[in-house]
């Protein structure tokens, strides 16, 4: 299982950007009005308007990408 990937969902990507480079004192791979791309070392930091995959009673405001070798056996597994 390797977690490569974060997602944060927010409302105003250009100013969240923005600050996310100050802080990280490192300039986002790609940034446009609705999402944002930060590479760190292996993983991928994304920050996104809204989620791709819809989910109902969505709340949180963070998706974690994790990936797997056999999806439909993790699958069984947790179900």
Avoid: W
């Avoid at 996310?20 to 590479?39: G, N, P, R």
């Amino acid at each position: 299982m390797n977690l490569n990937q974060l997602d944060i969902i927010v409302s105003n990507i250009p100013q969240v950007c923005a600050d996310l480079e100050h802080i990280l004192d490192k300039k986002a791979d790609y940034v446009d009005d609705s999402f944002a791309q930060f590479t760190i070392g292996s993983h991928c930091l994304m920050l996104s308007q809204n989620h791709l995959v819809p989910l109902e009673n969505f709340q949180s405001g963070i998706i974690l990408h994790i990936e797997v070798e056999d999806v439909d056996q993790n699958y069984k597994r947790l179900k």
